[in-house]
Structures are given as structure tokens and as C-alpha cells.
């Protein structure tokens, strides 16, 4: 039996939507991110200082740091979109 689905069988369709871990949002001199999945709060409870700055659930990061801090996540397999 054929599908009707054109987008379903050009395989064009996107299926799902991707998966990322932080939302990051540049908000000058403090950029923050937004934990999403599971994984992500593991990776603040686990790797991110005790003393950190949050701003509801995002993490408060300095922009000079926001360049490894995005290493750190590539390294732990984490990823990241800017909104």
C-alpha cells in the first residue's frame, strides 16, 4: 500500500523537531541559559560552581566566559541553540 503523504515519502518532512539541551539568549554583558532537558540539569548540579548566578532557571554567565562554557557542553555531548 502507498502512502498519500507526499512529504512522508520524499522523506523532505522534518519529523521532529531537534533536541537541544540549553536555550542561550545573549543579553549583553550577561548571556543565559536556559536548561531543557534532563542531561543539562545534570550538567549544573554536576559541573557548574556551587557560588553560580541564576536568573529563574538560567544559568547567569559573563559573556568573556560563555566561549567555554560551550566547550565544556560540546565535551559532555550537551548542545546549545542561541534564541
Same mark, same amino acid.
Given at each position: 500500500?502507498?502512502?498519500?503523504?507526499?512529504?512522508?515519502?520524499?522523506?523532505?518532512?522534518?519529523?521532529?523537531?531537534?533536541?537541544?539541551?540549553?536555550? =542561550?539568549?545573549?543579553?549583553?554583558?550577561?548571556? @543565559?541559559?536556559?536548561?531543557?532537558?534532563?542531561?543539562?540539569?545534570?550538567?549544573?548540579? !554536576?559541573?557548574?560552581?556551587?557560588?553560580?548566578?541564576?536568573?529563574?532557571?538560567?544559568?547567569? =554567565?559573563?559573556?568573556?566566559?560563555?566561549?567555554? @562554557?560551550?566547550?565544556?557542553?560540546?565535551?559532555?555531548?550537551?548542545?546549545?541553540?542561541? !534564541?
Amino acid at each position: 500500500m502507498r502512502s498519500s503523504n507526499t512529504f512522508h515519502t520524499s522523506g523532505s518532512s522534518p519529523t521532529e523537531k531537534p533536541v537541544f539541551d540549553f536555550v =542561550v539568549r545573549d543579553e549583553g554583558t550577561i548571556w @543565559l541559559f536556559n536548561p531543557q532537558t534532563p542531561a543539562a540539569f545534570e550538567f549544573l548540579s !554536576e559541573c557548574i560552581q556551587n557560588d553560580a548566578q541564576y536568573f529563574g532557571p538560567s544559568l547567569a =554567565v559573563e559573556h568573556r566566559y560563555v566561549y567555554d @562554557l560551550l566547550i565544556g557542553l560540546r565535551e559532555h555531548g550537551l548542545r546549545a541553540v542561541r !534564541e
